[in-house]
């Protein structure tokens, strides 16, 4: 028996540098939470400064560092056998320091990716984001495979402790970036690598070295906001600041959003997007600017002359108002620079109610342009609440005559990062629902859409199969419901009453869209474009030939797959004319399909190939041994991933924001895991049974998240938030603990059979876990979470097949 497997022995004694077993736990515990805490402030700040999905091609390749970290161990199995105490405190403090170099570098090194097809020199710095994002995940990744390579005997309480650190991260991050800015944030996780490198050094030097370095670090997060961030080129923010003159007047981060607020440049030229090209030149324009994480741009007006706002009779926002009750209540959803709650004013609506993800617009609205606004949203009549629209709909008793959504895309208000890709909930079959229930009986659904092509819809034509579906589900005929009318400049209006139109509404609709020369689409009882009366009226076999010969895809979304604005097949990608680079195009599916292809490979070259190819010569037992190990952490990688982004994404509509979501989930499962691994040292003799019970758990487990967590849901969708993150935390503890008894149990068989399996083990879980995080959204939005779910039970199955058949001649026992 290994001294260090030796009840009440310093890890590490056996090969000349003692170290402490509760002096390990608890640097490993910093070390995760300030990677964690790392992780997610790192997105948020490239949410601001590069366009969202990139952000998440520079953090999924940032954990290739993870893998990568588990080859270099396996190529050098003598790393850290000489002074386990000293290796690790130099890897935490490398990784500290790289993760506050990196944050200065990616404020001054600009990356502007949508212009790599024009530009090849950007995709020399998306390369350079990328190395210097995985960095300080390598030399972290590094420490903790040291850790678990020498402390297999203890495997699950390292375990459990690497994963509480990880857990606390993603729970404290919210209330830190709030308090501190996100860049701030990131050097606080500096600070907290370097307490970690204080903890593990075993001599007084370089303990007070690491100190200083973590008392520099927090001293200096509160003015890490100032680094000069600059958005790319192809942002709103930096377009209205670098090519139409505007002046910024001020900003703040969140952990939800960067807000700026702009001044604008008069221009004569200005143009709506939803007024008519033919209006006249010379319209009031907004005199500021809102943009969310330099993006989402809505305009402030100035109201000092009252509501009488010139634009509106050459605008699409009074289509609503033309069919509405007198004096209607009005609920805006996506309240912006407060434009759609001045319209409302403008036609006299007696109650209007406007609602936002960002609670620093709202005061912005409140509180700094007030004198602008004459005090209009601080009327009695006007209320804004800082929410999110559906989980506000849904939890409201009100009924409105008006509800209007204008261009709120999943660009703007899902841009939390960190695998909240493109999910929309507000755009599905079963919002539409929830509007419909809350709508009065003459009230009617506005939307402004974009449309850019009638013949080729997008948004607009996804829109009415939405809307169509909900009706029919109804028992509601959709074709004298649903109007749309094309403004001829970017933007359609849908609207969608429970009521049909009567013949004097789309009489009055057609006269004034012909008066304004604005395509009329869909008129109930009137004229209607082709496609969009195929769109509406279609049924059966002859509506999937219709679908299927459009160029994009426009079938209806519900909750299961709430992707609306992925509009392209993922065969049709590579088409001639297919490939233009606009966050309304196919760019966020391209960037999904390639990162899918060029992480698989770059894991394959940086991880398994030098594993196989250096690591093999240092490592015992046999070919079929290391299959099964290698197929068991690929297995439970990807499997764990899938859950966990997948779970994620469906949170994001019952927690109401997607940064609640992001951190709750986190949280939740990082702690039930935790605690799962801590408890699997109490079944290592049944190690065998446990596994196979572990399995049918998961499945039973993603059969309920499939059918009945979304009724369970429902019914608690109007609970406090307090009662709804217990909730959540309740649903996810039972999966957390099944699946936190895999890794341990597995890294016990794998250090049976050699301890130089376990880096190879902790390369290829992190390996298939970076694929994951790609492979969980790709699947999602092709056919939905609930199958997400099923494949990660299948890769459940596999691996533990396969580490069962190939290593059944090894046993493991509880040795300490």
């Known amino acids: ?21 509760s002096t390990l736990f608890l640097g490993i515990f910093a070390l995760a939470f300030g990677t964690l805490l790392f992780e997610i402030s790192l997105i948020r700040v490239f949410s601001f400064t590069i366009w969202h999905h990139f952000g998440y091609v520079v953090i999924s390749t940032a954990l290739l560092g993870f893998g990568a970290s588990g080859t270099i161990l396996a190529i050098r199995p003598t790393a850290g056998r000489t002074d386990l105490g000293s290796t690790l405190s130099r890897c935490a403090l490398a990784s500290g320091l790289t993760m506050v170099g990196a944050l200065v570098l990616f404020a ?3 990356l502007n990716p949508m212009a790599l097809f024009d530009e090849p020199q950007q995709a020399l710095v998306l390369l350079l984001y990328q190395v210097l994002a995985a960095t300080p995940f390598f030399f972290s990744g590094l420490a903790v495979s040291l850790a678990l390579r020498t402390g297999s005997a203890r495997v699950d309480r390292l375990y459990f402790w690497d994963l509480m650190g990880g857990g606390l991260g993603c729970f404290g991050a919210v209330a830190l970036m709030n308090w501190l800015t996100p860049p701030g944030v990131c050097v606080v996780a500096g600070a907290a690598l370097a307490i970690s490198a204080a903890i593990f050094a075993t001599r007084v030097g370089p303990r007070r070295v690491a100190f200083v370095v973590a008392v520099a670090l927090v001293l200096l997060a509160p003015a890490a906001h100032r680094l000069p961030f600059t958005p790319a080129k192809s942002k709103e923010l930096s377009i209205q600041i670098n090519r139409l003159g505007a002046k910024p007047v001020t900003s703040e981060w969140s952990a939800l959003f960067r807000t700026d607020l702009l001044k604008l440049d008069s221009r004569p030229d200005y143009q709506d997007w939803g007024a008519t090209p033919k209006a006249p030149k010379g319209l009031e324009q907004p005199v500021y600017y809102l943009t969310h994480d330099a993006t989402a741009g809505a305009g402030f007006f100035d109201l000092r002359d009252g509501l009488h706002l010139d634009f509106v009779p050459y605008h699409i926002f009074q289509f609503a ?14 309240v ?5 709650m001045v319209v409302a004013g403008h036609f006299d609506a007696s109650h209007i109610t406007g609602i936002d993800l ?3 617009a709202i005061r912005f609205l409140k509180e700094d342009l007030n004198d602008l606004s004459a005090g ?3 009327e009695p009549h006007v209320e804004l609440v800082a929410a999110e629209g559906r989980h506000f709909v849904q939890t409201s008793d009100e009924r409105y005559d008006v509800i209007q959504l204008t261009g709120v895309d999943t660009l703007s208000a899902v841009n939390s990062g960190a695998y909240v890709l493109s999910e929309n909930f507000l755009y599905t079959v079963e919002a539409m629902h929830a509007y419909l229930d809350h709508l009065s009986e003459a009230g009617v659904l506005s939307f402004a859409m974009a449309n850019i092509d009638p013949s080729a819809p997008r948004a607009a034509g996804r829109l009415v199969s939405v809307a169509r579906r909900a009706l029919l589900e109804r028992g509601i005929p959709p074709e004298s419901h649903i109007a749309v009318i094309d403004s001829g400049s970017l933007y359609a209006s849908v609207l969608v009453k429970k009521t049909p139109f009567s ?17 009329a689409l869909l008129i109930p009882g009137g004229r209607s474009h082709p496609v969009f009366k195929q769109i509406v009226s279609a049924n059966g076999a002859a509506r999937d030939r219709f679908l299927d010969g459009l160029r994009f895809r426009i079938d209806a979304t519900h909750d299961d797959s709430p992707f609306f604005l992925s509009f392209f097949r993922w065969g049709d990608l590579f088409e001639p004319g297919r490939l233009t680079p606009s966050h309304s195009s196919a760019l966020g599916q391209i960037v999904l399909g390639a990162l899918l292809i060029s992480l698989t490979a770059l894991g394959g070259v ?11 010569r240092h490592v015992g037992g046999g070919i079929g041994h290391g299959v099964g190990v290698m197929l068991f952490f690929l297995a439970i990688g990807l499997g764990f991933m899938l859950f966990e982004i997948s779970l994620i994404q469906r949170f994001v509509f019952f927690l109401g924001y997607p940064t609640y979501s992001l951190s709750v989930t986190l949280f939740s499962l990082l702690i039930s895991l935790g605690c799962g691994s801590y408890c699997s040292r109490f079944w290592v003799s049944r190690h065998r049974q446990v596994l196979v019970l572990s399995v049918i758990a998961i499945a039973l487990l993603a059969l309920f998240y499939a059918q009945g967590m979304p009724q369970l849901q429902a019914w608690l969708f109007d609970a406090p938030l307090w009662v709804r993150v217990v909730v959540t935390a309740a649903l996810l503890a039972p999966l957390g603990l099944v699946m936190g008894t895999f890794f341990p149990l597995g890294i016990r068989v794998a250090s049976a059979i050699d301890q130089d399996w376990v880096p190879w083990a902790w390369g290829i879980n992190g390996c298939a876990s970076v694929t994951a995080g790609v492979l969980a959204v790709v699947l999602a939005m092709s056919f939905g979470f609930s199958f997400v779910w099923m494949v990660s039970v299948v890769t459940y199955v596999v691996g533990v097949a396969a580490l069962l058949i190939l290593t059944r001649d090894v046993s493991i026992e509880l040795d300490e």
């Open 336 to 340: 912006g620079g407060g434009r759609d």
């Open 108 to 110: 001054w090194i600009p």
């Open 321 to 334: 108002y033309l069919i509405a009750p007198k004096r209607p209540r009005v609920l805006v959803i996506g």
């Open 606 to 616: 940086f991880i398994l190939l030098p594993l196989f190819v250096f690591g093999s």
């Open 503 to 519: 013949a004097t509404q789309s009489a009055e609709l057609e006269r004034i869209a012909a008066q304004l020369e604005m395509p």
């Open 376 to 378: 209009f949203f601080n």
């Open 358 to 360: 960002d609670p620093v």
């Open 1 to 21: 028996m290994d001294a260090n497997r030796e009840e009440g022995a310093d890890i590490g004694s056996a090969s000349g540098g003692s170290l402490p077993w």
